[in-house]
């Protein structure tokens, strides 16, 4: 089986900065687009910034120039780093990778469990 565990969130003040951290680990023979999410009460999930295996990024327009997509391929993990944090912010911070565990597989979406992020003053 394939898991995805999300790291970092937590509480900040406004304009503050966390990096969120994401690890795939099991099953896994290939992983392509890494991406975060993020769900907001009483709003839909959302991308927040995707970015392909060979290192193409595209952040949702709320996000730009202020957060930061990154992986590692080789230790299969993806990271967040936000900057200039806003109220609005606030959210579960989901982790998702498209993945094929095994050489003649079709790929399969999965998902972390969420971290939490608050912004409060």
């Known amino acids: 089986q394939v898991q995805l565990v999300e790291s970092g969130g937590g509480l900040v003040q406004p304009g503050g900065s966390l990096r969120l951290s994401c690890a795939a680990s099991?099953?896994?023979?290939?992983?392509?687009?890494m991406g975060w999410y993020r769900q907001a009460p009483g709003k839909q999930r959302e991308l927040v910034a995707v970015i392909t295996r060979g290192g193409s990024t595209n952040y949702a327009d709320s996000v730009k120039g202020r957060f930061t997509i990154a992986r590692d391929n080789a230790k299969n993990t993806v990271s967040l780093k936000m900057n200039s944090l806003k109220p609005e912010d606030t959210a579960v911070y989901y982790c998702?990778?498209?993945?094929?565990?095994?050489?003649?597989?079709?790929?399969?979406?999965?998902w972390g469990q969420g971290t939490p992020v608050t912004l409060s003053s």
């Open positions: 998702k990778a498209t993945i094929r565990i095994g050489e003649y597989s079709s790929t399969s979406d999965y």
């Open positions: 099991g099953r896994i023979f290939s992983i392509y687009n």
